[in-house]
C-alpha cells in the first residue's frame, strides 16, 4: 500500500527469528522478503536495542528515506526510530497512543519513546487518538485503525482446520499462548499458571513461544507433568488464527491474540494485571488475570467467559477499525510528505 507514495525499503531486525514466528509469515502472507535483514537475535535489552540502533543506522545512510515506519512497542521499534531520529528522518508510528500504567514495563518504555519522537501518530482507536491530541499536540495525529485487522480479514479465508494442525485435537478446546517475561522469568508464577491450565477441566493446547519452551525446560517441565495441559511447538500465523477461532476460549498474554480472539469472537482471558487493548475488556470480550492470582483465579474467569458468551451473538468488534486501516496510514504518510 505504501509504494503508492513511493518506493518502499523493508528492514527486518531479527528481533524474532524463530522460523514460526518471523520466516514463515513472510510465506503465509506472500509478502515479499525484506530488503535488509539486520540478525540482531537475543540479548538483554540494552545488547539487543543497541544493535537495532547501530545497524538501523547503516541501512538507513544506505537507503536514505524520506520517511521511516515503525510499528508497535517492540525493542526493534525503539531502536530503528532512535537510528531514524538521528539522522533527521521523519517517523510514523503505527499503533500510536497505547498505554499500560506500568511505566518501567519495557513495551512502556519502548512506546513512550517513540510517540514522543513520530511526526505522525497513526493510531487504533479513539482513546488512543484523544491521547495523542493531549500529550503531543504538536505532531500529526490520524486515527487509522488497527492494520492487523486488514491482515486478519485477508487471511481469514485461507485458515486450515484445527484439526490439520494438531492431529488428535480434543473437542472443545482451550487455546493458550504466554510469552512475557513477567511469566517466562519467575518460575514459580509460571508453575502456578500451567498449574491451573492443566486443571481446567477442558483440553487445553499451549503453544510454546520460544522463551517459554526455554523457561520450561529450565524447570524440568514435561509433558507428561502437565495432564490436560497439551503442549505443541509455535504455530505460525494462520494456524494460530485457526486455533483462535475454533477454540472455546483462548488465555494469553499477547497483546495480538486478545485482539484477535476478539476480532474472531472467541472469549479471552488475559494473564496479566492490565492490557493496552482496554476496549476489549470494556466490552466483555477479554478478562484480565493477574498472574500472580493465576493459580487460584484462571479457572473462574475461564469459566465465566465461557458461560458469559455461550450462545450470545458476542460483541460488537468495531473499536479498532473496519478493515482499511493501511489505506489511511498511506494517505497519512503522503500528508505527511506533503
Known amino acids: 500500500m505504501l509504494a503508492r507514495v ?53 541501512a538507513l545512510r544506505e537507503f536514505r528515506p524520506r520517511v521511516v515506519v515503525a510499528i508497535g512497542d517492540t525493542n526493534s521499534t525503539v531502536g530503528v526510530t532512535l537510528a531514524a531520529a538521528k539522522l533527521r528522518i521523519p517517523v510514523v508510528h503505527v499503533e500510536a497512543g497505547l498505554r499500560a500504567d506500568d511505566r518501567l514495563m519495557a513495551e512502556e518504555i519502548n512506546r513512550r519513546v517513540v ?25 500529526l495525529v490520524r486515527e487509522t485503525g488497527d492494520v492487523a485487522l486488514d491482515v486478519l480479514l485477508g487471511a481469514r479465508a485461507r485458515l486450515p482446520a484445527p484439526d490439520t494442525i494438531i492431529p488428535g485435537l480434543v473437542r472443545p478446546y482451550v487455546f493458550a499462548t504466554l510469552h512475557r517475561a513477567e511469566l517466562t522469568d519467575q518460575p514459580d508464577v509460571l508453575a502456578g499458571v500451567l498449574r491451573a491450565l492443566a486443571a481446567l477441566g ?34 505460525g500465523y494462520l494456524e494460530s488464527l485457526a486455533l483462535t477461532a475454533g477454540a472455546r476460549a483462548v488465555v494469553t498474554d499477547s497483546g495480538g491474540l486478545q485482539r484477535e480472539a476478539y476480532w474472531l469472537g472467541t472469549p479471552c482471558v488475559t494473564v496479566r494485571a492490565e492490557t493496552e487493548w482496554e476496549e476489549t475488556v470494556a466490552c466483555g470480550a477479554n478478562r484480565l488475570v493477574p498472574p500472580a ?25 468495531t473499536a479498532y477499525g473496519d478493515g482499511h486501516a493501511a489505506e489511511r496510514i498511506t494517505a497519512a504518510v503522503a500528508e505527511l510528505l506533503q
Open 115 to 139: 510517540d514522543a519522537i513520530a511526526a505522525l501518530l497513526c493510531t487504533p482507536s479513539s482513546a488512543a487518538t484523544a491521547r495523542m491530541q493531549l500529550e503531543h499536540p504538536d505532531a
Open 6 to 58: 513511493g518506493p518502499v525499503r523493508a528492514v527486518d531486525t531479527g528481533q524474532h527469528y524463530d522460523w514460526a514466528l518471523s520466516a514463515q509469515l513472510y510465506e503465509q502472507l506472500g509478502v515479499a522478503p525484506p530488503d535488509c535483514f539486520l540478525e540482531v537475535g537475543s540479548g538483554s535489552h540494552a545488547e539487543q536495542t543497541g544493535l537495532i540502533l547501530l545497524r538501523a543506522e547503516a
Open 293 to 317: 492470582e493465576s493459580s487460584r483465579g484462571l479457572a473462574d474467569a475461564v469459566t465465566g467467559q465461557v458461560a458469559r458468551w455461550n450462545g450470545e451473538s458476542g460483541w460488537a468488534a
Open 202 to 235: 477442558t483440553a487445553t493446547v499451549l503453544a510454546l513461544h520460544p522463551r517459554t519452551a526455554a523457561a520450561l525446560t529450565a524447570q524440568g517441565i514435561t509433558q507428561d507433568s502437565i495432564g490436560l495441559l497439551r503442549l505443541v511447538p509455535a504455530v
